[in-house]
């Protein structure tokens, strides 16, 4: 799937669409829902996730975890879903960095909903099943394409 949005606006609420339909979907899966969000600085990769945890009723302020790595968010509605994890991986140069982290952990519980920013920096670790979505910068300053893989 290919979209294209105009606006950081539009990203977010193409991501919170996302979000809700993932809540609304029974996915039988054994390991946690993983989002791989890949592309340049700039691409839409936050501005994505902060409209997707919108989606998901998270109130608080949703910045990047560039300098802690992980953040993490408790779902307080009716969903299989109970947590939330928000991993940057920019600063990462082994994805052993992240075990450390308790990553496996993390994705082992299928209850999880992770999002990871610059996920080809960890992706012998990530589990086969999960969603690659590739960012790029459009023709025009707003604009993005955000592919699903």
Request: net charge positive.
């Amino acid at each position: 799937m290919h979209y294209k949005t105009i606006s950081s606006k539009q990203t977010k609420k193409l991501a919170g669409l996302l979000a809700a339909e993932i809540l609304k979907s029974r996915l039988k899966q054994k390991n946690a829902l993983v989002l791989a969000l890949s592309g340049d600085l700039g691409a839409g990769k936050t501005t994505f996730v902060q409209g997707f945890l919108r989606g998901l009723s998270i109130k608080q302020k949703i910045t990047s975890p560039t300098f802690v790595l992980i953040k993490s968010y408790k779902l307080r509605i009716k969903s299989h879903y109970k947590n939330v994890y928000h991993i940057d991986c920019y600063r990462i140069k082994k994805a052993e960095e992240l075990l450390e982290l308790n990553l496996k952990e993390i994705i082992k519980k299928s209850q999880n909903i992770v999002l990871i920013e610059w996920p080809e920096r960890v992706k012998k670790v990530l589990p086969k099943n999960t969603i690659w979505l590739k960012f790029k910068h459009g023709e025009k300053e707003n604009i993005r394409e955000i592919l699903f893989n």
